[in-house]
């Protein structure tokens, strides 16, 4: 190989490995932007819900809605039982950009990931596990609720 054959290949290694470096650091820039995004209530009786992918559930205005169609009825009737509760996105980030990040954590992964817009934390205005265990418990058993637990977090794929 001669002296430009030689820089050339040089060149070409030097221009992967910024690429490389550069979407290592965009990959983990990512995943920084969603940790730091957690709504993290300070209250261990908080109880974490999520919902079904396929519901598409949303907070607008203060209610949830599916975008899907789906009928929340059942989860608003629980939740009404339990004034002192309040709900609140899991995560601060704007729902376009949690969209972004999945479509393109998927594009690179070829995996499906969970919708993080579809993750709400309840929070109660009183510290009471017992109670939130119990109202966990019920969100549970509904068709629409994918998880509920006291005390929840989404867990991160790697």
């Not at 030689?6 to 990512?30: D, E, H, M, P, R």
Request: glycine share 6%.
């Amino acid at each position: 190989m001669n002296s430009k054959g030689s820089t050339l290949v040089i060149l070409i290694l030097i221009v992967c490995g910024v690429l490389i470096t550069i979407g290592a650091w965009y990959f983990i820039v990512q995943k920084a932007e969603l940790y730091s995004s957690y709504v993290t209530p300070e209250e261990p009786s908080s109880i974490g819900v999520k919902f079904k992918d396929e519901a598409v559930v949303r907070l607008r205005e203060g209610k949830l809605v599916s975008l899907a169609g789906y009928d929340l009825s059942e989860f608003q009737n629980a939740i009404a039982r339990y004034p002192q509760f309040h709900i609140k996105r899991m995560h601060s980030l704007p729902e376009e950009r949690l969209d972004e990040l999945r479509e393109t954590g998927m594009k690179n992964t070829g995996k499906q990931l969970p919708d993080l817009n579809s993750w709400y934390v309840l929070i109660p205005s009183e510290k009471n596990p017992a109670l939130s265990d119990k109202i966990a418990a019920e969100l549970r058993s509904l068709s629409i609720v994918e998880h509920a637990s006291r005390g929840s977090r989404v867990s991160l794929p790697n």
